[in-house]
Structures are given as structure tokens and as C-alpha cells.
């Protein structure tokens, strides 16, 4: 199955001054939703304090393709915020 991603962010930093990475890595930094979709279904929205989303669970992330909006904003925000502080699975491309 293929999961599309988008993730929603806010910071005291300054995305466009700092870069991605260090975006990613600012205490203050974290989201305020991420929406995905599987396949052709319907678009989903996570918020912080939710469950971890199944697509995103260790027993699933080996076996799904992921497609983000902007992969190389979102892998950062996935590998330093998800992954860490909300309890999602780590990406084997991640």
C-alpha cells in the first residue's frame, strides 16, 4: 500500500533562516497535525496526544511506500519529532 503524507508544523524558529535540519532539531518545534491518506482513501488527520496511526506502527512501516508533500522538510520533522517524541515507528528510508 502506498501512504501519503503532509505534516503541519509551528516553531519559534525561522524555517527559511535556520534550514530543514535545524528546523527539525528546535526544541520549540512540533506539529500541529499531520494528514495522510492510504492509497485512495480518505485523507486522515493525526494531532499530537492521538494514537500512533497503524500505517506508522513498527509491525507496518517496513511493508508500506510512503509519499510526503516535501520529503526533504518532512523527513526531518518524521525522524526528529514522529519518531521521538510521539511514539511513531522509524522509516527504514529515514
Known amino acids: 500500500m502506498t501512504v501519503y503524507g503532509d505534516i503541519e508544523t509551528f516553531s ?7 534550514g ?6 528546535d526544541p520549540s518545534t512540533d506539529l500541529h497535525f499531520f494528514c495522510y ?3 485512495d482513501g480518505e485523507v486522515q488527520v493525526w494531532r499530537p496526544g492521538d494514537p500512533v496511526p497503524t500505517p ?7 511493508h508500506n511506500n510512503y509519499s510526503w508533500w516535501n520529503w526533504s522538510f518532512e523527513r526531518n520533522i518524521y ?8 511514539g511513531f515507528a522509524r522509516q527504514p528510508a529515514i
Open 79 to 86: 525522524a526528529e519529532i514522529l519518531v521521538p517524541r510521539h
Open 56 to 62: 506508522f506502527t513498527a509491525a507496518a512501516v517496513e
Open 20 to 25: 530543514d535540519y535545524n528546523y527539525a532539531i
Open 37 to 39: 491518506a492510504i492509497d
Open 12 to 18: 519559534q524558529s525561522n524555517l527559511k533562516e535556520c
